[in-house]
């Protein structure tokens, strides 16, 4: 039984960041002003050769929306995608 247990633990805990992930595309979706000002401090970034990408416009969108550096990750990728695919 305990093998069991185990198993529907990790497996619950997988589906997890799917669920995440869908609710930081929401975000960016139904929040397109805020999105657009993250557009132009990435642009301000670039402006100074920092990438989007890099560990310091991670550690911005981090602490902006509160979110570990991860989900900071991939909200600035669907930021990126959705509303400045001009940024590098």
């Known amino acids: ?3 069991l247990l185990f198993l529907l633990f990790l497996f619950s805990n ?3 960041p799917v669920y995440s992930q869908s609710n930081l595309l929401e975000s960016v979706k139904k929040n397109p002003v805020e999105a657009i000002d993250i557009c132009n401090k990435f642009r301000e970034f670039n402006s100074k050769g ?3 990408n890099s560990d ?3 550690e911005y969108v981090s602490n902006k929306k ?3 550096p991860v989900n900071a990750e991939i ?3 669907y930021v ?4 400045c ?3 590098i």
């Open 80 to 83: 990126i995608g959705l509303h």
């Open 66 to 68: 509160k979110l570990t």
């Open 56 to 58: 310091i416009a991670i």
């Open 85 to 87: 695919p001009d940024i």
């Open 75 to 77: 909200f600035s990728i």
């Open 1 to 3: 039984m305990k093998p």
């Open 14 to 16: 997988s589906l997890y």
């Open 50 to 52: 920092i990438s989007a």
